[in-house]
Each structure stands twice: as C-alpha cells, then as structure tokens.
C-alpha cells in the first residue's frame, strides 16, 4: 500500500483534533468539567489518549478551546441566518442573544468555562477559536458603528462576560431577560431586535446536536496502490 501523503495525514490530524473539542465539549455539558477525564474525552472521540496531550497542554486548554468553538459558531450561525441584514443595531442583538442563548441553554458547560477564565493558574488562553470569535465581536462592534473598535469590542466583551456569570452564580442567578433588556438599553436595541425571550431562532442554542460545529466527517481514503500500468511510468 502506498504510504499516505502530507495532505492526508494533515486532514487526519485535522479531523482527530475537531472529534476532540467535539468530545469535550459533549462530556463536560453532560457531566461537568470534574467528572470528566481526558481519557473519557478520548474515548468519545475515538481517539489515543497521548493525541489529546499533542494538541492540547491539558484538560483546561482543551475545555477552553472547544467552549469558544461553540461560542464562535453560535455567534457566526446567529449573525449569518436568514434573513440575512447588514444592519449593525440588528446584528449586535443578535451577537447579545446568542451568548444569552448559551448561558441559558447550556449552563454547566458556561459556568465551567468561566470558571476556567478565573483559574491564576490558566487564565485566558489565546487560541484559533477564541481569536475567531473576536474577530466576529470587533465586526459586529464595527458595524454598530463604533467610532473606536479597540476600546468598544473590549466592553462588549466585558460586558457580555459579566452578564453570563451574572446569569450562572449559583444560588442568585439573574435572570436573562433582565441582563438582557440591561444590553439593549446600552446598546440602543428595539426589544424586538434578534430573538426576544419566549421566541427561538432557527437551530437555536439549546439544540442537542453539535456535530454542525465540528467538521469531523469521514476520514479520506489513502490512494490506491500502483497498478501494473502505473509502476511501468
């Protein structure tokens, strides 16, 4: 048999990572950040246990990385579903209501995450999907007209972490439709704007299926080996 080549073997390693920010984030919604292990994560993704240490630095990285693949794919279905608007008060209700979404929806696996920023010794840890996510905040900032992204996307983001811990704090959490009418007045938002409580966008944030996030598909076929004809050339 032929051996695989680079591009293969890259879409291999590709695919393995995706099946692990998908595992992680499955296992810790479902049973919490300490009861889940990295060995339990990769046998859900059906992968080797040292393939979790190779990507990832440990448990919390990985948990951290696959919480803000969530965000960025919510936030970037939520932006992007139909009817599709360029209109900037639009889009940043539609930016508020998402992460809302996932702190209403998804609340062990939030808490965690935030549980983690908190963490000395983790922190914030930069990372492709967090810098995603970024990049669709500072645009949606953009569009809603700020005149200084650089100081307004920090806020919103601020701003946004403050009302999902606010929505989780165990024992007085705030309930989500005050954070966010608290939002839409900073904002300048009409109620109506992006998906008022008692109202669910298409595929919203609760649904159980997140293999859309995660491109995991099929592992690509390795060449055929050389015929006859092929090793003549």
């Known amino acids: 048999?032929?051996?695989?080549?680079?591009?293969?073997?890259?879409?291999?390693?590709?695919r393995s990572k995706e099946r692990l920010l998908q595992a992680a984030v499955e296992l810790v919604g479902e049973h919490g950040y300490d009861a889940t292990t990295l060995g339990d994560i990769a046998d859900?993704?059906?992968s080797a246990r040292g393939l979790v240490s190779y990507y990832f630095p440990g448990k919390r990285q990985l948990v951290q990385s696959a919480v803000h693949r969530?965000?960025?794919?919510?936030?970037?279905?939520?932006?992007?579903?139909?009817?599709?608007?360029?209109?900037?008060?639009?889009?940043?209700?539609?930016a508020i209501d998402a992460i809302l979404g996932l702190a209403r929806d998804r609340p062990v696996l939030m808490?965690?995450?935030?549980?983690?920023?908190?963490?000395?010794e983790v922190g914030f840890v930069p990372c492709p999907e967090q810098r995603r996510?970024?990049?669709?905040?500072?645009?949606?900032?953009?569009?809603?007209?700020?005149?200084?992204?650089?100081?307004?996307?920090?806020?919103?983001?601020a701003l946004l972490m403050g009302a999902v811990f606010a929505a989780?704090?165990?024992?007085?959490?705030?309930?989500?439709?005050?954070?966010?009418?608290?939002?839409f007045k900073r904002y300048r938002l009409d109620w109506d704007m992006g998906v008022p409580p008692d109202t669910e966008a298409p595929?919203?944030?609760?649904?159980?299926?997140?293999?859309r996030f995660f491109a995991t598909g099929a592992a690509p076929k390795c060449p055929p080996p050389a015929g006859p004809a092929d090793q003549s050339k």
């Open 203 to 211: 595929g919203g944030t609760c649904d159980a299926d997140l293999s």
């Open 1 to 14: 048999m032929s051996p695989r080549s680079a591009s293969v073997n890259e879409e291999l390693r590709r």
């Open 70 to 94: 969530l965000m960025h794919r919510t936030l970037e279905e939520a932006l992007e579903r139909e009817p599709r608007t360029a209109d900037g008060p639009e889009r940043m209700a539609r």
């Open 133 to 157: 996510l970024a990049e669709l905040l500072r645009d949606t900032v953009a569009r809603h007209g700020s005149r200084d992204v650089d100081s307004d996307y920090p806020m919103l983001r």
């Open 44 to 46: 859900r993704a059906g």
């Open 168 to 183: 989780l704090v165990p024992g007085v959490p705030m309930p989500v439709p005050v954070l966010r009418a608290e939002l």
């Open 111 to 120: 808490r965690q995450h935030m549980a983690g920023l908190l963490q000395a």
